[in-house]
């Protein structure tokens, strides 16, 4: 009989470990991690609140994707802008709630709000599950607010 490698053994122990952890992980951690909203989503949901003042008309408009901040776990960040050659090429800096798809100017703390939104916001919270009653539990202010 062969005696088992540490590697063996410890690859052995992982493998069980992860096959039987779905088992006993029940929870809203699980639950909810898997009902957020993708960083594309987010930035779709960001250049929909732009629309209405003619922002994403501009010429080289883009919405890119900020780096995560450890503070605001459960925001997307992103900063609009447009090509505009010799001067500010910013639009703003925007934050997406990963939970209930609220978009905020991170720089004056406003809700971004439209028809347009509300319509994709309505799309998406439906895809992840959030009910009316669930989003009123659980929105918050936009970070820094």
Request: net charge positive; hydrophobic share 35%; glycine share 8%.
């Given at each position: 009989?062969?005696?088992?490698?540490?590697?063996?053994?410890?690859?052995?122990?992982?493998?069980?470990?992860?096959?039987?952890?779905?088992?006993?992980?029940?929870?809203?951690?699980?639950?909810?991690?898997?009902?957020?909203?993708?960083?594309?989503?987010?930035?779709?949901?960001?250049?929909?609140?732009?629309?209405?003042?003619?922002?994403?008309?501009?010429?080289?408009?883009?919405?890119e994707?900020?780096?995560?901040?450890?503070?605001?776990?459960?925001?997307y960040?992103f900063?609009?802008?447009?090509?505009?050659?010799?001067?500010?090429?910013?639009?703003?800096?925007?934050?997406?709630?990963?939970?209930?798809?609220?978009?905020?100017?991170?720089?004056?703390?406003?809700?971004?709000?439209?028809?347009?939104?509300?319509?994709?916001?309505?799309?998406?919270?439906?895809?992840?599950?959030?009910?009316?009653?669930?989003?009123?539990?659980?929105?918050?202010?936009?970070?820094?607010?």
């Open positions: 009989m062969k005696t088992l490698s540490a590697v063996t053994t410890i690859s052995l122990l992982l493998l069980s470990t992860s096959i039987s952890a779905p088992m006993f992980s029940q929870g809203p951690s699980t639950e909810l991690s898997s009902r957020k909203l993708t960083v594309d989503e987010a930035s779709e949901l960001v250049q929909t609140a732009l629309e209405e003042g003619g922002a994403t008309n501009l010429p080289g408009f883009g919405v994707t900020e780096p995560p901040n450890h503070d605001y776990p459960n925001f960040f900063e609009a802008m447009w090509h505009n050659p010799g001067k500010s090429a910013v639009i703003g800096n925007y934050a997406v709630d990963s939970r209930t798809g609220d978009v905020w100017n991170a720089v004056v703390c406003k809700e971004m709000k439209s028809a347009a939104l509300r319509a994709k916001q309505k799309k998406i919270r439906k895809r992840i599950g959030l009910s009316d009653e669930e989003y009123g539990r659980i929105k918050k202010p936009g970070p820094m607010c």
